[in-house]
């Protein structure tokens, strides 16, 4: 059973930079794809990044090189750079582990269903 917990959330004007962090434990993490996805009020959940378990990237279309996503298998963190936010980006950020092979396409590691463990989200508040 792998327990993820998110951090870094918080509140801040557009243009402004954010860095999530998501601590995992219970499980090898170094296995494991990462993903991070939000969620805005009245919203699905959707896909915002994933690194995988050697290392492929994988971003969404709308954030158009304003976010990085980066792993460390030694502290079992994977973080969420975000740069030049927007109103828009506004939501509840969830990280979320993904048994099984790397080395597929985005379509494959940008699917919910597809991971295994989440963690509780942590809130992003973008003022315009």
């Known amino acids: 059973q792998v327990q993820l917990v998110e951090s870094g959330g918080g509140s801040v004007q557009a243009g402004g930079s954010l860095r999530l962090s998501c601590a995992a434990s219970?499980?090898?993490?170094?296995?494991?794809?990462m993903g991070w996805f939000r969620q805005a009020p009245g919203k699905e959940r959707e896909f915002v990044a994933a690194?995988?378990?050697?290392?492929?990237?994988y971003y969404a279309d709308f954030m158009k090189g304003r976010f990085s996503i980066s792993r460390d298998n030694a502290k079992n963190t994977v973080t969420l750079q975000m740069n030049s936010l927007k109103a828009e980006d506004t939501a509840v950020y969830y990280c979320?582990?993904?048994?099984?092979?790397?080395?597929?396409?985005?379509?494959?590691?940008?699917?919910?269903?597809?991971?295994?463990?989440w963690g509780q989200g942590t809130q992003v508040t973008v003022s315009s």
């Open positions: 690194i995988t378990s050697n290392g492929y990237i």
């Open positions: 219970g499980g090898t993490f170094s296995n494991y794809n």
């Open positions: 979320a582990a993904m048994r099984g092979p790397s080395g597929y396409s985005r379509s494959y590691y940008s699917k919910i269903d597809d991971y295994n463990y």
